[in-house]
Each structure stands twice: as structure tokens, then as C-alpha cells.
């Protein structure tokens, strides 16, 4: 079985609704207790959002591996993160294929990219060079096997954003919400390919057990996604609130296809309003995350 792949429209889409539901609190404690040249390894980093949100408010020279089994995907990762660069202001320059400079005002980004199957990782990991471990949207993904492992050869910071924990809340309610999110809850709890059952919503408890066992202190905060046509917090929110919804809806109601015949006809009911609602401007969503943070060694 192969890991779970995402496509480079849906990762565009979502990328500002990330990026406005990560705690920045929980970000801010991790780059405190990063050394002054960090150096970061981002696991699962497609086309590098987490680099976009989080190099900024490292705010000095910082050197990223970004991780993935997709090559198409690290691909596209130097050519956005380039072109975001470029449209603020900063200088770009290309030393080598494998490498991209970001010369932002606090000092240079250094980012390389890793082609690597994440089902063996920590063993294909260059984790004895790396200040911190981070990733987003991956630890729902993974078995406890797999954390397991993880947690055992790491000596540094650890930290895991958008990790999904089940508090999805559609307005208005429908009937059929809870048959929906039932249905949700049990794909997202199929094997991903990491080697057993995905923790899903039980990342945030799962990691923070994990972790704890190995001496690390551990710290989680809330990172809703929150998608409404109306009030949204940035104009960026607000433009793709529609796309988003339906994406979101559309996941939802074939994951509950996957779901015993009984309950079909309502299932599709459930579909149909909720297009509706999308292409009338009347539906929002709020779909809970948490973000986890574990530092080595005990609080003194």
C-alpha cells in the first residue's frame, strides 16, 4: 500500500486556510528554543507552505530539508517558495539544482530538498544534523508503530501542526451531520500506508503520550480550520471559502459513501444541501485541528 498523495490545486487551496488556523503561540515557543542558525527538518513538505509560514517568524538565517516521496511535489516547492520570495521583495539565487537561497532581511533561507519514503522513516532521515523535526496535516496519517519509532530517535524539538482531532461543526446543521462525520472518522482511521491503523483524531493524544514516555514536554493548542463566505478574518479566506467548502464537502460525502448502503438516500440528501448552501453563499465550516509541540527534558 502507498502513503496518501495530495495534488498541487488542493495544497494551493488550502494553504491560506492553514496558514490562518496554526496557533501562533505554540510556533513562537518552538522558535524560542531554536539555536541562532536553525537547522529544520520538514517532513511530508509538499510544495513547502509550512517553510512560507514559519521561516518569517524564525526571522534569521535558517537552513530547511524539505521532505517528501513526491518529487513533482519538492519541485514545485523551490518554484513557489521562489516566487512568494520574489513578490516581498527578497533575492533568490540558485547555487546548485539542489539548492535555493531565500535572502530574506534577517539572513539567508538555505533550503534542500530530500526525495525519501516517509514509511521508513527515522532510518532514511539526516536527523544526527537537524535542530528540529516539523510537519503539517501528516500525524493524523500515521500509525502508533510509526510514531513510535520517531519519537525514539529523536533528541530535538518536535513539532506537528493541523493534526485533524474530529471536532467538525457545519452551519446550519443537517440531519445527517453526525452520519457524516462518523463515516469521516472511520476513513480517516483506515491504514494510510504507514503500517497500521492512522491515529486520525487521535494524533494530538497520541503524540503528546509518545512523546511524554521519552522525557519530552509536551504542549498542544487548538488550529481550526474555520471557512465561512462571510466575516472571514483575511480577503484570501473569503475569495476561496467557496472552493474550499466544496472540496471539503465533497471528501466528506465520499467517505460516507464508503459507509453500509443503510443511510444512502440521506447521505446523498446531505450532499445535494450542502452544494446548495455553497453555491448560495450560505454555508460555513468549522474543522478541528491541534497543533503539538514536544520539547527534550522535563518543565523545570
Known amino acids: 500500500m502507498t502513503t496518501e498523495e495530495f495534488d498541487l490545486e488542493w495544497l494551493d487551496l488550502r494553504e491560506p486556510f492553514d496558514a490562518f488556523a496554526r496557533n501562533e503561540a505554540l510556533a513562537d515557543a518552538l522558535v524560542a528554543v531554536l539555536p541562532a542558525r536553525p537547522r529544520l527538518l520538514d517532513l511530508g513538505a509538499g510544495t513547502g507552505s509550512l517553510l512560507r509560514w514559519l521561516a518569517p517568524r524564525i526571522g534569521r538565517a535558517q537552513a530547511w530539508t524539505l521532505v517528501d516521496a513526491d518529487r513533482l511535489l519538492l519541485e514545485a516547492a523551490f518554484d513557489t517558495i521562489a516566487d512568494r520570495a520574489e513578490q516581498v521583495g527578497y533575492a533568490v539565487t540558485v547555487p546548485n539544482k539542489r539548492t535555493l537561497l531565500v535572502h ?49 530517535a529523536l533528541r530535538v524539538p518536535f513539532y506537528a501542526s493541523l493534526n485533524v482531532d474530529g471536532r467538525d461543526r457545519w452551519m446550519p446543521p443537517h440531519p445527517a451531520d453526525a452520519a457524516i462525520a462518523a463515516a469521516f472518522r472511520r476513513d480517516q482511521a ?5 503500517g497500521g491503523t492512522a491515529l486520525g483524531p487521535a494524533a494530538t493524544a497520541a503524540i503528546a503520550a509518545t512523546f511524554a514516555a521519552r522525557g519530552f514536554t509536551v504542549r498542544s493548542a487548538p488550529s481550526d480550520w474555520l471557512a ?22 465533497l471528501g466528506h460525502a465520499e467517505a460516507a ?22 453555491a448560495i453563499g450560505n454555508l460555513a465550516a468549522r474543522i ?11 518543565p523545570a
Open 104 to 152: 530574506a532581511p534577517g539572513g539567508a533561507w538555505r533550503i534542500e530538498t530530500l526525495v525519501a519514503d516517509l514509511v521508513e522513516a527515522p532510518q532514511n532521515l539526516p536527523l544526527p544534523n537537524t535542530d528540529a523535526v516539523v510537519c503539517s496535516a501528516l500525524c493524523d496519517l500515521v500509525s502508533r508503530a510509526w510514531l513510535a519509532r520517531l519519537a525514539a
Open 190 to 194: 483506515r491504514d494510510k500506508g504507514f
Open 257 to 278: 459513501r464508503a459507509a453500509p448502503p443503510r443511510g444512502h438516500a440521506r447521505r446523498e440528501a446531505w450532499l445535494d444541501t450542502r452544494l446548495d448552501q455553497i
Open 288 to 298: 478541528g485541528h491541534r497543533d503539538v509541540l514536544a520539547l527534550p527534558g522535563k
Open 228 to 249: 465561512r463566505p462571510r466575516g472571514a478574518a483575511h480577503p484570501l479566506l473569503r475569495e476561496h471559502a467557496g472552493r474550499f467548502l466544496t472540496e471539503l464537502v
